[in-house]
Each structure stands twice: as structure tokens, then as C-alpha cells.
């Protein structure tokens, strides 16, 4: 599964993506102007957005890939309540908080939204 990860934390990505995103092809960017050129570059099977970014909310990466086509499943992984609740209000499909991130494969191989 190609998927883009939006996440500015490093250590987080270097961790977590070791441990639960392997198996794919992963690219990890930490900016919305990151995302929106990986976007534009190539297309993804899911996209993982945090909430908060350096240069931007995931808000709007989540705008950008509404109008993709195809569309990328886009799920909402950040640590806060908050922050995933306006991830999905933008339009996000599901959300995988950072707490529960041990959960994405079986998230990511469901077909159903509500990933919760």
C-alpha cells in the first residue's frame, strides 16, 4: 500500500513507522507545502495526517486530497482529542489516535471509514 504520512515528529515517525508501517511503501513528509507537492507528485492509497504542522494545520492537506481523483482513504492520527475531532469535521475518513497507533495496519487493510 503506498501511503504519505504527514507527521512533523521524528522520532514518532522513526518508531512507529518501523514498527507498525513496514510493510508498505511509506513516504513521510512534515509540512502541508510538503504534502501538497508529494500529492501532486504521485498518488497514495491512504494518507495519514497529524493535526498540528509546522507551516499549517493537517486540515488542510485533508481539503487537498478531497479533490484528488482518485481519492486516497485519509486518516487523522493525532494525539489529541481535538485535534483528530477537526481532522474529521474537514473530511477525513477515520481517525487512528497516536495512543492507539499499534491499531493502523488493521485500520488500514479495513474497508470500512470509522476507523476508531
Known amino acids: 500500500m503506498r501511503i504519505l ?33 508529494a500529492l501532486l507528485a504521485a498518488a497514495f492509497d491512504v494518507v495519514l495526517t497529524d493535526y498540528d504542522l509546522d507551516d499549517g494545520k493537517g486540515t488542510e492537506v485533508v481539503a487537498l486530497v478531497r479533490h484528488l481523483d482518485p481519492r486516497p482513504r485519509v486518516a487523522a492520527v493525532s494525539a489529541h482529542e481535538d485535534g483528530n475531532a477537526a481532522l474529521l469535521a474537514a ?26
Not at 477525513?92 to 471509514?113: M, V, W, Y
Open 91 to 116: 473530511g477525513a475518513d477515520a481517525a487512528c489516535p497516536k495512543t492507539r497507533f499499534a491499531g493502523i495496519e488493521a485500520a488500514l487493510n479495513s474497508e470500512t471509514t470509522g476507523w476508531q
Open 5 to 37: 504520512w504527514v507527521e512533523n515528529h521524528a522520532v514518532f515517525v522513526r518508531v512507529a513507522g518501523k514498527q507498525f508501517l513496514s510493510a508498505h511503501d511509506l513516504t513521510v513528509v512534515p509540512s502541508v507545502a510538503a504534502a501538497k507537492a
